[in-house]
């Protein structure tokens, strides 16, 4: 018997006392051949996929399309408009059948201070059958200068500035639509990174288990465990076995969403790369503050808002006023009946026309309405302030919480280690338990697993604290592709 228990001994101590044994990959092997037939992809990788093919990020390109066009509509105001009329009649009367033709092309032009200019050159024609019995042409130029409502550059050019100013929200929330894009994917990478480690950690943990089984035989065999004993291991076994097809499905799952997020094909055999060790990054609360005030969408288009609240209350008190107009026109006319020689005309004239309403209460209460919602956004600026100072303040609390949590799971899983390697070495020489020996290596899979969890929500907390600040893109380096958004 001494000789066996001897051997016996040696193999303990060759299975736990190593610790080399704690670090076993177990699957090993399947993470080779998975590797082979697998694509990995980094996280880099999976963003600059994640902008090429996301629906979200491909349907905010294309409705930059109509948004650049209503910037360009807006920019054109004060270029020359060519209106072309014309018609073509063929009628009959008592006497004969008749033809008349009219034709009437009409430049205008508004000015940025609201003079309106139009040049028009207008010409009639009708026949009685092959004989002509009226020709009318005429030019006419005519200018309208408001004095009161509509009058001023700042009132005239008040839509364009509109315009310029909802260009620039819809840049910054296609900027928000990719940061916020770029953290889902980072997100959804990272879940996809806890799986698989997880899954991980569980293999090597049922490798362990598998083995402390085959000891346990080894000295049931030897006459030094009960049979009985060994129970425990078979169930931790079987507790393993299924907590790996559990892991293997969640590892599943989330490769699943995340390719859905790339909108690749659900089929393709996706492998994501290791975790990396996480560092830690400084970050002073005073400095993201005022960088996000520079940089961050929601609060960047809630003053631009405030802008447009000004535009519009003054629109709408230009509305109040009396329509007093200068008016001035030449007309130029030359016509010939049937059997009339050819008339000359000229008109020429200047003046003022002026339209008072009387009783119409609409402009009131537009002004009413643009004065309330001004004083509203003014409130929700406010508002939007104390939020991103808070969101600041909570993101990069979290992540200096998030590190602190980290250091401590990683100082706890090292001592969980040094733990269950010290009562293998107890075992090895009949000083502790099977039981207790289970016990500790669920404690270090939990260590682990903890320290992993740790080491992600770190680095998530970076992500989301880019987010609230604004500076998703920047860190990333990406830069907006507005030619994207050009249709075919």
């Given at each position: 018997m001494m000789p066996n228990a001897r051997r016996l001994r040696i193999l303990l101590l060759l299975l736990f006392a190593c610790p080399v044994f704690a670090q076993l990959p177990g699957n090993a092997g399947i993470t080779h051949r998975a590797s082979e037939q697998?694509?990995?992809?980094?996280?880099?990788?999976?963003?600059?996929?994640?902008?090429?093919?996301?629906?979200?990020?491909?349907?905010?390109?294309?409705?930059?399309?109509?948004q650049k066009f209503d910037l360009r509509v807006a920019e054109d105001s004060f270029t020359p408009k060519l209106t072309i009329s014309g018609n073509y009649l063929y009628g009959k009367n008592q006497d004969s059948p008749y033809t008349e033709r009219n034709l009437g092309p009409e430049t205008t032009l508004l000015t940025p201070y609201g003079t309106r200019l139009s040049l028009g050159w207008a010409h009639q024609n009708i026949r009685n059958g092959s004989q002509e019995m009226y020709n009318n042409d005429g030019a006419s130029f005519t200018l309208i200068q408001p004095l009161l409502r509509g009058a001023g550059k700042d009132v005239t050019t008040a839509p364009r500035e509109l315009a310029r100013l909802t260009e620039a929200q819809n840049k910054l929330m296609l900027k928000a639509t990719l940061a916020h894009t770029v953290t889902d994917i980072a997100a959804a990478y990272r879940n996809v990174q806890r799986a698989s480690e997880e899954l991980n950690i569980i293999e090597v943990?049922?490798?362990?288990?598998?083995a402390l089984l085959e000891v346990n035989t080894a000295l049931i065999e030897a006459g030094r465990m009960a049979q009985v004993?060994?129970?425990?291991?078979?169930?931790?076994?079987?507790?393993?076995e299924l907590a790996v097809e559990q892991a293997r499905n969640e590892r599943d799952?989330?490769?699943?969403?995340?390719?859905q997020l790339l909108a690749l094909d659900l089929r393709t055999p996706l492998v994501v790369s290791r975790p990396a060790r996480p560092q830690f990054v400084r970050i002073n609360v005073a400095d993201a503050l005022k960088l996000a005030k520079q940089t961050q969408p929601a609060y960047l288009s809630q003053l631009i808002n405030?802008?447009?609240?000004?535009?519009?209350?003054?629109?709408?008190?230009?509305?109040?006023?009396?329509?007093?107009?200068?008016?001035?026109?030449?007309?130029?006319?030359?016509?010939?009946?049937?059997?009339t020689d050819r008339n000359v005309g000229r008109?020429?004239?200047?003046?003022?026309?002026?339209?008072?309403?009387?009783?119409?209460?609409?402009?009131?209460?537009?002004?009413?309405?643009?004065?309330?919602?001004?004083?509203?956004?003014?409130?929700?600026?406010e508002e939007s302030e104390q939020q991103l100072t808070r969101d600041i303040y909570a993101a990069v609390n979290e992540v200096n919480t998030r590190w602190k949590q980290y250091g401590i799971a990683v100082r706890a899983y090292d001592l969980t280690r040094q733990k269950v390697d010290i009562e293998r070495q107890k075992l090895a020489v009949g000083?502790?338990?099977?039981?207790?020996?289970?016990?500790?290596?669920?404690?270090?899979?939990?260590?682990e697993n903890a320290r992993l969890t740790a080491s992600i929500r770190y680095q998530a907390a970076i992500t989301a604290l880019d987010e609230v600040m604004g500076t998703t893109l920047q860190s990333w380096g990406i830069t907006l592709n507005e030619g994207a958004s050009d249709v075919n």
């Open positions: 697998s694509i990995t992809l980094t996280l880099s990788d999976a963003i600059a996929l994640g902008l090429r093919n996301n629906r979200s990020v491909k349907s905010a390109y294309l409705q930059r399309v109509a943990s049922l490798t362990r288990a598998k004993d060994s129970v425990q291991t078979e169930a931790d076994v079987a507790n393993q799952s989330t490769r699943l969403a995340l390719l405030n802008k447009k609240d000004d535009l519009n209350v003054l629109l709408a008190r230009n509305g109040q006023l009396w329509d007093i107009s200068l008016v001035a026109s030449a007309r130029d006319t030359h016509s010939r009946s049937a059997g008109d020429n004239y200047i003046g003022v026309q002026v339209e008072i309403p009387v009783g119409d209460m609409a402009p009131r209460q537009a002004t009413l309405n643009a004065e309330v919602n001004q004083k509203v956004q003014r409130l929700a600026s000083r502790s338990s099977n039981f207790q020996v289970l016990s500790f290596e669920t404690d270090l899979r939990n260590a």
